[in-house]
C-alpha cells in the first residue's frame, strides 16, 4: 500500500510565505516525476511545479518566480516553498508522484490535498 502524505497548508496574508512538504510512503520501485499541482473552487487542476529525479524544475507562468521547488530522492519527498503569495494563489495544492513500475508501465500517486488560503 502506497500512501502520499502532505503537510504545510494553511492561512497567510498577502505578500506571506508557506513550505509544503509531500512524502511518498510504502513499498515503491522508481518514483521519476514529482510535483504540486493546485485546484480552486470551480476550475480545473493545474501544474504548479514538476521536479525530476536529476533535479530538473519547472514551473507553470503563474509562479514568477515567487516559488521553489525541491526534493530528496532517497526518502521520496518533495517540497514547494511559497514566497509573496497572492489571493489568487488559495486552492488546494495537490503532491504528484509517478513510479516506474516496469518499461513502459507508470503509476500515478496522489495526496489528499492541503488547502491554502490567501486572504487579509
Known amino acids: 500500500q502506497v500512501q502520499v502524505v502532505e503537510s504545510g497548508g494553511g492561512s497567510v496574508q498577502p505578500g506571506g510565505s508557506l513550505r509544503l512538504s509531500c512524502a511518498v510512503f510504502g513499498s515503491v520501485f522508481s518514483i521519476t516525476t514529482m510535483g504540486w499541482y493546485r485546484q480552486a473552487p470551480g476550475k480545473q487542476r493545474d501544474l504548479v511545479a514538476v521536479?525530476?529525479?536529476?533535479?530538473?524544475?519547472d514551473y507553470a507562468d503563474f509562479v514568477e518566480g515567487r516559488f521553489t521547488i525541491s526534493r530528496v530522492n532517497a526518502n521520496h519527498t518533495v517540497y514547494l516553498q511559497m514566497n509573496n503569495l497572492k489571493s489568487e494563489d488559495t486552492a488546494v495544492y495537490y503532491c504528484?508522484?509517478?513510479?516506474?513500475?516496469?518499461?513502459?508501465?507508470?503509476?500515478?500517486?496522489w495526496g489528499q490535498g492541503t488547502q491554502v488560503t490567501v486572504s487579509s
Open positions: 504528484h508522484a509517478l513510479e516506474i513500475v516496469v518499461a513502459g508501465l507508470e503509476v500515478d500517486y
Open positions: 521536479i525530476s529525479s536529476g533535479g530538473i524544475s
